[in-house]
Every structure is written in C-alpha cells, then in structure tokens.
C-alpha cells in the first residue's frame, strides 16, 4: 500500500481534506469501478491515522502508526474485504498484498462481505483506541456486503461508536441499501480523462495503452489489470466470432473459451453489443474502435429489437458466470444466442 494517490484523484483529495475538521463518521465513496477508489481510501486511513500528518493532508509514512499501517497491523484499522480480494485482485478493482491470508485452498473464497465480519468488528469497537486517536474502518466493495452484512453494519451507523470513521466505496450506489446511504456522506470519485488516464497507463510500462483503456471503458486501473490477466488472445478470439458470427463458429469459440473465466468473456460480449447498440443510435464506439467496420455492418443489419434480445440474454448470463454447471455449454449457449439474434 503506498501512501499516494493516483493523478486524477487530487482535486478530490484537496476536497476531502476540508471535512476533517468536522469528520462525518461515515463516507462513502462512490465513482467507477476501477479508477482506483480503494487505493484512496486506504490512503485516506492511513492519513487519519498518522500522528504527524503532513500539510497537503498525507500522512508522514514515517511515525510508529504509519508504520504499523504499512505492515497491516495497526491496532486501531480494520479492512474488511469480501474473501476472495484477499488472494487476488477482482476485476476492475485492484489491491493485493495477501494480508489475511488463510489456508482455504478446498472452497471458493466468497465475494460477498458476510454478517461474520461485521459482527467481528464488536469487539474492536468496543475497547478504546490504542493510540488515543481515530478507529478507522474502511469497507470495500460496499455492494458485496450481503443483506444480513448490510443489516448489521446498518445497526453500527445508526448509533456510531465515538471516535470511529467509516470509509466504504461503492461502485454502484443503486445496488446499496437505502438505509446504509442515508447513513453516510456520500463523495464522488471522479473517472479520469482519457489523455490522463493513458499517460498513466503509459507511465506503469503499459504497451498500447489507447486500446487497453478503451475496451475498459476508460478505467485504468482495469485496464492494468486486465492487461496483466493475459487474456488478450482469448478476447480476440471472442471478438472475431462477435464481428462474423456463425453457428459453426459459435461452437468452436465456446470449445476454445471453455478455459477463460466466464464473466470476463460475457463481460467482453457486453461491451461489444453495448458498442453495436451505441453505433446503431449515435454512430459512435466506447470499447472496441478498431472493429469500427465490423460493429458499422452489424449495426446496419441487426434489428434493434433483436439487439435488445442480445444485450438482455448477456446481462441475465453475468449473473450465472460465476456458477455455471457446464463452462462450455454455458458458453455455446451464449455463443448461439448471440448468433440467432445477429445474423
Ligand atoms: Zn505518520
């Protein structure tokens, strides 16, 4: 975790610093999926943390709460995480460094924030700070919190422990109990420009930025990481059957992606239609501009309602992408659905 934050983020940090000196005891942060939101608010933590805070509002990196910061023992934080950010970076969001690591090799680590780990933060809330200043608690992703998780952390926001802060990010606010946002000040996270976002991307070592932040809708810590999962081939793969779809190749696609994670391909095949739907209304292209020609000749010809079919057939299948019985029937269903709605 390093004590910085991302370019486009310091106008949002110079924003945030006039609310300490009245700290609401929870904020949420919303913006984007993968633009960096939890990298800034464990920066954030670590700043409220600090016992010598440096002028712009960042901590000093170097007094002894820093420093258990760093080493992910700070007796007055609490990070709480679905279980499977703890052994990889999701999509679309980043954030590894194994901290909580726990022999679980036999089951899936779960993507939700279970009751266990709010009910966990009791006893932590309940016994006074070590440092005589702030408990911080930082919650991400907040949609991952399941009903009961939500019910309970609901109860601790009502009646807020004193001296403890709140820091949780969303990337979806609609998808958040009302009660929970009413509990907390929200604060925008902004998406970065375009120009900004690649001369980061270009600056981590990144080859060909321009395309990697397009085809993730300019979010570029997505960008990063997808650049870095190595599915490049398989999303080509993927796309080449999306711009000339046929039954045959519909099959043989599904046999080649039977190994890729689902949602990443239902992922990309939502992006391309969201592109062919995009060019059919305003003739412009978010995610893939390099098939301009292809997505042009599927737009012309594709009734909108049969669009339509498409794109609801691929948000429903996001769903199941996680579990699917079969990953290749799961596939060549798509794959041929897509087929019958395009051709
Ligand atoms: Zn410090």
């Excluded at 910061?69 to 052994?87: A, G, I, K, L």
Aim: include cysteine.
């Amino acid at each position: 975790m390093s004590n910085s934050i991302y370019p486009w983020q310091e106008a949002a940090w110079s924003q945030l610093q006039q609310l300490r000196s009245r700290m609401p005891h929870a904020i949420l942060f919303h913006g984007a999926a993968g633009t960096g939101k939890a990298d800034f608010i464990e920066t954030f933590a670590q700043a409220l943390l600090c016992e010598n805070g440096r002028p712009d509002g960042h901590a000093c990196g170097t007094c002894v709460s820093c420093g258990w910061f760093s080493q992910h023992n700070h007796p007055d934080y609490r990070r709480v995480r679905p279980e499977s950010f703890e052994d990889e970076a999701p999509e679309g969001e980043e954030g590894t460094d194994g901290e909580g690591k726990k022999a679980k090799a036999s089951k899936t680590p779960s993507k939700e924030i279970k009751i266990e780990q709010i009910r966990n933060l009791a006893d932590f809330m309940n016994i006074s700070t070590h440092r005589q200043g702030l408990r911080v608690v930082v919650v991400y992703p907040a949609e991952a919190l399941n009903t009961p998780a939500s019910n309970a952390l609901l109860k601790t926001l009502e009646e807020p422990p004193p001296g403890t802060v709140f820091l949780l990010s969303s990337n979806s606010l609609d998808r958040l109990l009302p009660t929970i946002l009413s509990r907390c000040r929200k604060f925008a996270l902004p998406m970065p420009d375009h120009a900004q976002a690649a001369a980061w991307l270009k600056a981590q070592g990144l080859a060909d930025a321009d395309s990697w932040l397009r085809e993730q809708g300019g979010a570029p810590l997505a960008a990063l990481a997808q650049s870095e999962t190595g599915n490049r081939d398989e999303m080509e793969t993927l796309l080449q059957l999306l711009a000339h779809p046929s039954v045959d190749g519909a099959l043989k696609t599904a046999d080649k992606l039977s190994k890729t994670p689902l949602s990443s391909v239902v992922s990309w095949q939502q992006r391309w239609l969201y592109d062919v739907f995009s060019y059919k209304l305003s003739g412009s292209i978010r995610y893939f501009p390099r098939y301009q020609k292809e997505l042009a000749a599927l737009a012309g010809k594709v009734h909108t309602s049969n669009l339509l079919r498409a794109i609801k057939g691929a948000n429903a299948r996001r769903a199941t992408a996680d579990h699917p019985l079969s990953p290749k029937l799961f596939l060549e269903d798509l794959l041929l659905d897509y087929t019958t709605c395009c051709t």
